[in-house]
């Protein structure tokens, strides 16, 4: 069983940052991709930033330059660091993990919600 646990949502004026975390645990060989997505009410889920277990990033245009994802392959946890938040940021932001037990499964966490006042 694999367990995948987001924390660090909540209410922040525009502008501001906000730390995401997300720590995977359970019984697995190794994690391969990292990634956060975030979904916004009426609207599809979309892909926010990944990172590969060699620490390969990409960011989606909309965050680039402003969110920076990080990962602590010790520690089974990803990171995403916002910094000038904007209202459209407004979401709830799920993290997936590839998860290797035997072959390659993923995982999603519960989704924790971030809203950006303006």
């Known amino acids: 069983q694999v367990q995948v646990v987001e924390s660090g949502g909540g209410l922040v004026q525009a502008g501001g940052s906000l730390r995401l975390s997300c720590a995977a645990s359970g019984s697995f060989e190794s994690i391969n991709a990292m990634s956060w997505y975030r979904q916004a009410p009426g609207k599809q889920r979309e892909l926010v930033a990944i990172?590969?277990?060699?620490?390969?990033?990409n960011l989606s245009d909309s965050v680039k330059g402003r969110f920076t994802i990080s990962r602590d392959n010790a520690k089974n946890t990803v990171y995403l660091q916002m910094n000038s938040l904007k209202p459209e940021d407004t979401a709830v932001y799920y993290c997936?993990?590839?998860?290797?037990?035997?072959?390659?499964?993923?995982?999603w966490g519960q989704g924790t919600q971030v809203t950006v006042s303006s």
């Open positions: 990172i590969t277990s060699g620490g390969t990033t």
């Open positions: 997936k993990c590839i998860v290797v037990r035997g072959r390659s499964y993923q995982y």
